[in-house]
């Protein structure tokens, strides 16, 4: 199969990519613009570790410009990942447009130029987001969208565009609200990481709503699990799924596993951020229906292995 995943440096796309390219027969494409939004040395490193594999091609490319037509021009994939986007909510309050930029007109150009006779199916990036400071835990895909943030109405709108895009390519878009996905090679600006790097620098962890609010923590083994079987399930009607462990946990409780691996960390309490929810937790019924049953990871059996893993890496200057 010839899989399109784009955002391929990142975090969920480089896991989704090493996962399939076990499987011989699978072709993949990757892109990504290496935006600076975090490292470019850690996105780098995943794109080098990718390429180890023969059947991965890469070419840096953004998927605002002119340049994408060209790129996208008689490759005819048959699945299309898109996770390429402008992710955090935080960031969504100092810098709008970018959301509106890559998350809205980068999607639209994607699917503007997409030709492709043999296209069977797009799988595309939603996010927890779009549900806001709900009140109904857990939330499922039914509750009312109602995003605190240009990210989440960012995501909002690619689930509305996706309707479009569906028909016009006569293809299924299948939209997946990840709720906070965590593993090894993950995102530096998101929680676990965050702690491990400021800790490792001896720094102060500026620590919101004295740590009281919940997180519906999801493994990325889970997510590219859960993604490669959508991936081959045949499905003719577009569709949304909470990609979610549907087990919230205390970011206080988090902080004390950490803690209890690595030292006391040093905190210095800040107010609740403007941009954040304060609790996520859904419900993944929907999701686990469609894929095979499976056992979700153990949370801390997990956080030791980030740990681990990010004690073992000398070149600190990837975060
Ligand atoms: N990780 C999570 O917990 C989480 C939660 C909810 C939603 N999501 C969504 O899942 C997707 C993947 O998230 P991630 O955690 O891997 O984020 P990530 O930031 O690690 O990956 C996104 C990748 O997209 C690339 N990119 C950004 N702008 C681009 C552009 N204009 N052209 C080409 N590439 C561009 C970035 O360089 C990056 O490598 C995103 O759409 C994100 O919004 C992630």
Redesign the pocket.
Known sequence: MKILI??A?????FHLSRNLLKFKKNKIYG?????E??SIKL?KKRIELLKKEKNFHFQK????STKLSNYLKNKNFDIIIH?????GVRYSMVNPEKYLN?NIL?FANLFENIEDKNLKKVIY?????VYGDTKTFPTNEKCIKNPKNIYGYS?VINEKMSNYYSKRLKVPFIGL?????YGVWG?PD?FILKVLKTHSKKKYFYLNNKGNHLRDF?SINDVVKILTQILNKKTKKNNIYNICSNRPLLINNVLAQIEKKVGKIKIKNVNRNSADVLNTHGDNKKILKEANSFKLSNFTEELDKIIDWFQGIKNKNYF
């Open positions: 784009t955002g440096a990142g975090f969920i796309g892109i990504d613009n290496f935006d939004y975090y996105k490319i953004d998927i605002t996770l390429a986007a402008q992710a890559t980068g990036a939603s996010s927890s987001s995501k609200r990840f709720f906070t996905v995102r998101m999801t």
